[in-house]
Protein backbone atom coordinates (compact mmCIF):
# COMPACT_ATOMS: atom_id res chain seq x y z
CA UNK A 1 0.00 0.00 0.00
CA UNK A 2 1.60 3.22 -0.95
CA UNK A 3 0.53 5.52 1.81
CA UNK A 4 1.10 9.47 2.65
CA UNK A 5 0.80 10.46 5.74
CA UNK A 6 -0.26 14.32 7.70
CA UNK A 7 -0.40 14.54 11.54
CA UNK A 8 -4.52 14.95 11.53
CA UNK A 9 -4.23 18.58 13.69
CA UNK A 10 -5.50 21.02 14.69
CA UNK A 11 -2.30 22.78 13.97
CA UNK A 12 -3.47 26.24 15.49
CA UNK A 13 -0.86 29.44 14.87
CA UNK A 14 -1.65 32.99 15.67
CA UNK A 15 -2.92 35.74 12.58
CA UNK A 16 0.14 36.55 10.81
CA UNK A 17 2.66 34.09 11.73
CA UNK A 18 3.89 30.99 9.75
CA UNK A 19 1.79 27.89 9.35
CA UNK A 20 3.87 24.80 8.42
CA UNK A 21 2.08 22.11 7.36
CA UNK A 22 4.07 18.55 6.59
CA UNK A 23 3.18 15.35 4.64
CA UNK A 24 5.13 12.12 4.13
CA UNK A 25 5.17 9.41 1.41
CA UNK A 26 6.04 5.96 1.05
CA UNK A 27 6.48 5.52 -3.11
CA UNK A 28 10.11 6.68 -3.64
CA UNK A 29 9.27 6.21 -7.45
CA UNK A 30 6.94 9.81 -6.79
CA UNK A 31 7.52 12.56 -9.57
CA UNK A 32 4.55 14.77 -8.44
CA UNK A 33 3.24 16.30 -5.28
CA UNK A 34 0.48 18.52 -4.73
CA UNK A 35 -1.14 20.88 -1.81
CA UNK A 36 -4.91 20.75 -2.35
CA UNK A 37 -6.64 23.28 0.83
CA UNK A 38 -10.35 22.08 1.58
CA UNK A 39 -12.97 24.85 3.33
CA UNK A 40 -15.32 22.89 5.60
CA UNK A 41 -18.69 21.60 3.81
CA UNK A 42 -16.82 22.62 0.21
CA UNK A 43 -14.74 20.17 -1.97
CA UNK A 44 -10.88 20.39 -2.41
CA UNK A 45 -9.28 22.84 -4.69
CA UNK A 46 -5.68 23.46 -5.55
CA UNK A 47 -3.37 25.55 -4.02
CA UNK A 48 0.06 24.06 -5.20
CA UNK A 49 2.47 21.69 -7.01
CA UNK A 50 5.92 20.87 -6.68
CA UNK A 51 7.64 18.38 -9.35
CA UNK A 52 11.52 19.09 -8.12
CA UNK A 53 13.42 19.16 -5.30
CA UNK A 54 13.95 22.72 -3.31
CA UNK A 55 11.43 25.36 -3.00
CA UNK A 56 8.60 26.76 -5.02
CA UNK A 57 6.99 29.53 -3.67
CA UNK A 58 3.52 31.45 -5.29
CA UNK A 59 2.14 34.39 -3.11
CA UNK A 60 2.31 33.14 0.62
CA UNK A 61 2.68 29.88 -0.17
CA UNK A 62 6.00 27.93 -0.43
CA UNK A 63 5.92 24.02 -1.08
CA UNK A 64 9.07 22.25 -0.04
CA UNK A 65 10.29 19.11 -1.42
CA UNK A 66 13.09 16.60 -0.62
CA UNK A 67 12.31 13.67 -1.78
CA UNK A 68 15.42 11.70 -0.19
CA UNK A 69 13.65 11.98 2.35
CA UNK A 70 10.40 11.43 0.82
CA UNK A 71 8.92 14.74 2.61
CA UNK A 72 7.04 17.36 1.12
CA UNK A 73 6.14 20.62 3.11
CA UNK A 74 3.71 23.78 2.49
CA UNK A 75 4.54 27.06 4.81
CA UNK A 76 1.76 30.07 4.63
CA UNK A 77 3.74 32.98 5.83
CA UNK A 78 1.75 36.04 6.83
CA UNK A 79 -1.57 33.49 8.10
CA UNK A 80 -4.94 34.65 7.98
CA UNK A 81 -7.89 33.79 9.63
CA UNK A 82 -9.44 32.96 5.86
CA UNK A 83 -6.40 30.21 5.32
CA UNK A 84 -8.19 27.93 8.30
CA UNK A 85 -8.78 25.06 6.48
CA UNK A 86 -8.20 21.38 6.22
CA UNK A 87 -4.84 20.95 3.52
CA UNK A 88 -4.74 18.15 1.88
CA UNK A 89 -1.23 16.36 0.35
CA UNK A 90 -1.69 14.57 -2.62
CA UNK A 91 1.15 12.25 -4.49
CA UNK A 92 1.22 10.55 -7.75
CA UNK A 93 1.71 7.03 -6.38
CA UNK A 94 1.09 4.74 -9.79
CA UNK A 95 2.33 6.56 -12.74
CA UNK A 96 -0.89 8.20 -14.88
CA UNK A 97 -2.43 10.88 -13.27
CA UNK A 98 -3.64 8.96 -10.41
CA UNK A 99 -2.97 10.61 -6.59
CA UNK A 100 -3.19 9.17 -3.27
CA UNK A 101 -4.40 11.78 -0.88
CA UNK A 102 -3.33 12.16 2.87
CA UNK A 103 -6.06 12.66 5.34
CA UNK A 104 -5.30 16.16 5.56
CA UNK A 105 -4.07 18.38 8.23
CA UNK A 106 -7.08 20.79 9.63
CA UNK A 107 -5.30 24.35 10.32
CA UNK A 108 -6.90 27.23 12.50
CA UNK A 109 -5.38 30.77 12.62
CA UNK A 110 -6.27 32.50 15.41
CA UNK A 111 -7.07 36.26 16.12
CA UNK B 1 -13.56 28.33 -15.09
CA UNK B 2 -13.73 24.64 -15.22
CA UNK B 3 -16.47 23.57 -14.31
CA UNK B 4 -17.51 20.05 -12.86
CA UNK B 5 -20.84 19.38 -11.65
CA UNK B 6 -22.44 16.98 -9.79
CA UNK B 7 -26.39 16.09 -10.26
CA UNK B 8 -27.26 15.72 -6.59
CA UNK B 9 -25.53 17.60 -3.52
CA UNK B 10 -27.61 15.24 -1.14
CA UNK B 11 -29.06 11.84 -1.67
CA UNK B 12 -31.06 9.14 0.09
CA UNK B 13 -31.42 5.70 -0.69
CA UNK B 14 -32.67 2.44 0.65
CA UNK B 15 -30.00 -0.45 1.12
CA UNK B 16 -29.97 -2.71 -1.92
CA UNK B 17 -31.51 -0.18 -4.34
CA UNK B 18 -28.83 0.80 -7.16
CA UNK B 19 -27.45 4.62 -7.23
CA UNK B 20 -26.37 6.27 -9.85
CA UNK B 21 -24.11 9.55 -9.23
CA UNK B 22 -23.69 11.55 -11.89
CA UNK B 23 -20.98 14.05 -13.03
CA UNK B 24 -20.32 16.33 -15.71
CA UNK B 25 -17.37 18.42 -16.63
CA UNK B 26 -17.71 21.44 -19.45
CA UNK B 27 -13.49 21.52 -19.98
CA UNK B 28 -13.54 19.26 -22.72
CA UNK B 29 -11.02 17.19 -19.70
CA UNK B 30 -9.52 13.59 -20.72
CA UNK B 31 -9.47 12.22 -17.46
CA UNK B 32 -11.84 12.05 -14.91
CA UNK B 33 -12.06 10.35 -11.63
CA UNK B 34 -14.70 9.39 -8.56
CA UNK B 35 -13.52 9.58 -4.91
CA UNK B 36 -15.40 9.22 -1.93
CA UNK B 37 -14.19 10.96 1.39
CA UNK B 38 -14.23 9.59 4.83
CA UNK B 39 -13.78 11.09 8.14
CA UNK B 40 -10.21 10.04 9.58
CA UNK B 41 -9.86 8.12 6.49
CA UNK B 42 -9.46 10.73 3.60
CA UNK B 43 -9.61 10.78 -0.20
CA UNK B 44 -10.21 6.84 -1.46
CA UNK B 45 -9.98 6.62 -5.19
CA UNK B 46 -12.78 4.47 -6.94
CA UNK B 47 -12.24 4.16 -10.39
CA UNK B 48 -11.23 6.74 -13.16
CA UNK B 49 -11.29 6.91 -16.85
CA UNK B 50 -8.38 8.71 -19.29
CA UNK B 51 -10.90 8.68 -22.24
CA UNK B 52 -14.26 7.70 -23.44
CA UNK B 53 -15.89 3.79 -22.52
CA UNK B 54 -12.11 3.65 -21.07
CA UNK B 55 -12.11 2.79 -17.07
CA UNK B 56 -9.62 1.78 -14.61
CA UNK B 57 -9.94 0.52 -10.97
CA UNK B 58 -8.58 2.89 -8.38
CA UNK B 59 -7.95 1.76 -4.59
CA UNK B 60 -11.70 0.67 -3.59
CA UNK B 61 -13.69 -0.32 -6.45
CA UNK B 62 -15.70 -3.41 -4.54
CA UNK B 63 -19.41 -2.42 -4.72
CA UNK B 64 -18.97 -0.08 -7.50
CA UNK B 65 -19.14 0.42 -11.30
CA UNK B 66 -18.70 3.56 -13.74
CA UNK B 67 -19.71 4.55 -17.30
CA UNK B 68 -18.31 6.87 -19.53
CA UNK B 69 -19.98 7.00 -22.97
CA UNK B 70 -19.53 10.93 -23.88
CA UNK B 71 -16.85 12.20 -22.79
CA UNK B 72 -18.03 15.40 -20.38
CA UNK B 73 -19.93 12.41 -18.69
CA UNK B 74 -18.95 10.05 -15.74
CA UNK B 75 -21.57 8.18 -13.78
CA UNK B 76 -20.41 6.09 -10.56
CA UNK B 77 -22.91 3.37 -10.06
CA UNK B 78 -23.77 1.27 -6.99
CA UNK B 79 -25.05 -1.46 -8.15
CA UNK B 80 -26.25 -2.91 -4.68
CA UNK B 81 -26.11 0.18 -2.22
CA UNK B 82 -25.27 -1.08 1.41
CA UNK B 83 -24.63 1.02 4.95
CA UNK B 84 -21.10 0.94 4.30
CA UNK B 85 -21.11 2.62 0.98
CA UNK B 86 -23.14 6.08 2.90
CA UNK B 87 -20.57 8.74 2.24
CA UNK B 88 -19.38 12.06 0.76
CA UNK B 89 -18.76 11.44 -3.40
CA UNK B 90 -16.32 13.73 -4.84
CA UNK B 91 -16.22 13.86 -8.98
CA UNK B 92 -12.90 15.43 -10.26
CA UNK B 93 -11.36 15.64 -13.90
CA UNK B 94 -8.04 16.83 -15.13
CA UNK B 95 -6.74 18.09 -19.06
CA UNK B 96 -3.94 15.36 -19.24
CA UNK B 97 -2.00 15.76 -16.03
CA UNK B 98 -2.58 15.22 -11.95
CA UNK B 99 -4.19 18.58 -11.57
CA UNK B 100 -7.80 17.71 -10.48
CA UNK B 101 -10.53 20.31 -10.42
CA UNK B 102 -13.45 18.79 -8.14
CA UNK B 103 -17.26 18.93 -8.30
CA UNK B 104 -19.18 20.17 -5.37
CA UNK B 105 -19.73 16.34 -4.07
CA UNK B 106 -22.55 14.43 -3.01
CA UNK B 107 -23.42 12.95 0.42
CA UNK B 108 -25.14 9.88 -0.07
CA UNK B 109 -27.11 8.27 3.18
CA UNK B 110 -27.78 4.94 2.44
CA UNK B 111 -30.53 3.68 4.89
Known amino acids: QKEVEQNSGPLSVPEGAIASLNCTYSDRGSQSFFWYRQYSGKSPELIMS????GDKEDGRFTAQLNKASQYVSLLIRDSQPSDSATYLC???????????FGTGTQLKVEL | DVKVTQSSRYLVKRTGEKVFLECVQDMDHENMFWYRQDPGLGLRLIYF???????EKGDIPEGYSVSREKKERFSLILESASTNQTSMYLCASSLWDEKLFFGSGTQLSVL
Open chain 1, 90 to 100: AVNTGGGNKLT
Open chain 1, 50 to 53: IYSN
Open chain 2, 49 to 55: SYDVKMK
